[in-house]
């Protein structure tokens, strides 16, 4: 049984001609995914991939919103700090696979379920109207990492809208509802 093929890079930048963020994902098996992400779509992403992150026993076991707010910010910031954001995407010798094709995938749907028996693991679907997507598998430390990604994309641009991980935590963290869906 061969290794299990893992996320190499990840990389999330403004397309202004498009006004949609490009969303490219490589595998360290030399595969790409192009997705194109709408504001609307990010929109609706948003709040599952924050629920995700507030899911962590870390976070959610604290009663009280301020110190959720505060250890859910401390956990981002040490998560990202381990990541290397000025990498330029790099392409293999020889290039990537591109599985999906080589334009990019307007994503419709998205799923980001838990990983029974393993808490610190979350399935990432993306998918199209009709035909293929991905799923993939991330653990939280990739999970901040996409989350800082997508923010940062969001800031350039400029779409009036903040993805901000600790702003307005709610009073209770309900665990993420297994398999929700967002259209």
Known sequence: MGEAVK????????????????LRLSTTDCREFRFWLTRRFV???WPALRQSLESQREV????????????LGFMHENATSQADFQAPFSEPPGGALLPLGET???????RITPIPGHESLRQIQLHPERGHG???????????AFCKLLSDAVSAAD?????N???????????????RVLH
């Open 7 to 22: 996320i190499h890079q990840l990389q999330a930048a403004y397309a202004p001609a498009e006004d949609r963020l490009l």
């Open 43 to 45: 929109q609706r992403l």
């Open 60 to 71: 959610a076991h604290h009663p009280d919103q301020a110190i959720r707010a505060a250890m």
């Open 104 to 110: 990019p995938i307007l994503a419709v749907h998205a």
């Open 134 to 144: 991905i799923e993939v598998t991330m653990d939280m430390t990739l999970l901040h």
């Open 159 to 163: 779409w009036q809208m903040s993805l």
């Open 165 to 179: 991980l600790t702003a307005g935590l709610p009073p209770t963290v309900n665990t993420m509802e297994q398999g």
